[in-house]
């Protein structure tokens, strides 16, 4: 059974900083791509965020939210990380993370249809 599991979110002053966890279960890890998306109160779409390849040879970033982030993976245990800085009450949201198998490509996927599998999500509220 595949299993992702969240972890670090919290409520934080405008300006201030957050690193979510995510650790997966169930899969070879280095065999997974993994997303980070998020969706806001009221929202009805997942926004990415931003992503890593299988050993971390590509990262992807939403615009909205480059320079302010930086997503990284330990696969020795089987976590990817986002460490978000300067952050906005507009990032307020639910963060998922998800995981897509990747055999061939070396690209960073970007799209919710991409990924296999996904977290329950970890609540960010980020307060003025």
């Known amino acids: 059974q595949v299993q992702l599991v969240e972890s670090g979110g919290g409520s934080v002053q405008a300006g201030g900083s957050l690193r979510l966890a995510c650790t997966i279960s169930g899969v070879t890890f280095n065999m997974y791509a993994m997303g980070w998306f998020r969706q806001a109160p009221g929202g009805n779409e997942r926004e990415f965020v931003g992503?890593?390849?299988?050993?971390?040879?590509?990262?992807e970033y939403a615009a909205s939210m480059k320079g302010r982030i930086r997503i990284s993976r330990d696969n020795n245990k089987d976590t990817v990380y986002l460490q978000m800085t300067s952050l906005k009450p507009e990032d307020t949201a639910v963060y998922y993370c998800?995981?897509?198998?990747?055999?061939?490509?070396?690209?960073?996927?970007?799209?919710?249809?991409?990924?296999?599998?996904w977290g329950q999500g970890t609540q960010v509220t980020v307060f003025s």
């Open positions: 992503g890593i390849t299988r050993n971390s040879e590509e990262t």
């Open positions: 998800a995981a897509k198998l990747q055999l061939h490509t070396l690209s960073v996927p970007s799209s919710q249809p991409e990924y296999h599998y």
